[in-house]
């Protein structure tokens, strides 16, 4: 069974870096069948798709927040993390980890989401 668990903080201050990790169980992030991605959800919108890591480390990010966002990973923990700089209040949100299945780019798994708020 593959789980997918954030961890970071929920609360961040205007112009800092909000930073999160997401821990995979159950499957290797360098699985060739696999992409990792995080997408978040900001209040009362729709989901915003946030940038991508491959198997193989290569990374693709959203036109919109390329500028601020670097996903990376360590696969010695079997780990992979978000990095969005100079955050503003229009960065709050709830934030998701997602298994990205490459032969039908589904999401088949999703991490359980954490709200991140960015307030002073």
């Known amino acids: 069974q593959v789980q997918l668990q954030e961890s970071g903080p929920g609360l961040v201050k205007p112009s800092q870096t909000l930073s999160h990790t997401c821990t995979v169980s159950?499957?290797?992030?360098?699985?060739?069948?696999?992409?990792w991605s995080w997408i978040r959800q900001p209040p009362g919108k729709g989901l915003e798709w946030m940038g991508v890591?491959?198997?193989?480390?290569?990374?693709y990010y959203s036109p919109s927040l390329k500028s601020r966002t670097s996903i990376s990973r360590d696969t010695s923990k079997n780990q992979f993390s978000l990095q969005l700089n100079s955050v503003t209040p229009e960065d709050t949100a709830v934030y998701y980890c997602?298994?990205?299945?490459?032969?039908?780019?589904?999401?088949?798994?999703w991490g359980q989401g954490t709200q991140v708020t960015v307030s002073s």
């Open positions: 890591i491959f198997y193989d480390g290569r990374t």
């Open positions: 159950g499957g290797s992030i360098t699985s060739s069948y696999y992409a």
């Open positions: 997602a298994r990205y299945a490459l032969w039908t780019w589904y999401v088949d798994y």
